[in-house]
């Protein structure tokens, strides 16, 4: 897959998880809501970190992991 595909599938997420959020009543439902949210935001952090490699980086690509330890945090 590129990175487009990525970045359409994470907003796709967002969006479902945002019309969830402002649609719903229960506090459950809306809790569910923002973790899909959540994970679209992590597909893309991860995606941007996997395919985005700066000049001065290129021979140590496989060390940088700035995106997976970001979704760690969230």
């Not at 992590?42 to 490699?53: E, F």
Request: charged share 10%.
């Amino acid at each position: 897959m590129t990175l487009e595909r990525f970045l359409i599938l994470g907003a796709i997420l967002f969006g479902i998880g945002l019309y969830g959020a402002l649609s719903k009543k229960h506090a459950i439902a809306v809790l569910m809501s923002l973790e899909i949210m959540f994970n679209g935001v992590n597909l893309t952090a991860v995606a941007l970190s996997r395919y985005t490699v700066p000049q001065a980086f290129e021979t140590a690509s496989k060390f940088l992991l700035t995106g997976h330890v970001f979704t760690v945090f969230i």
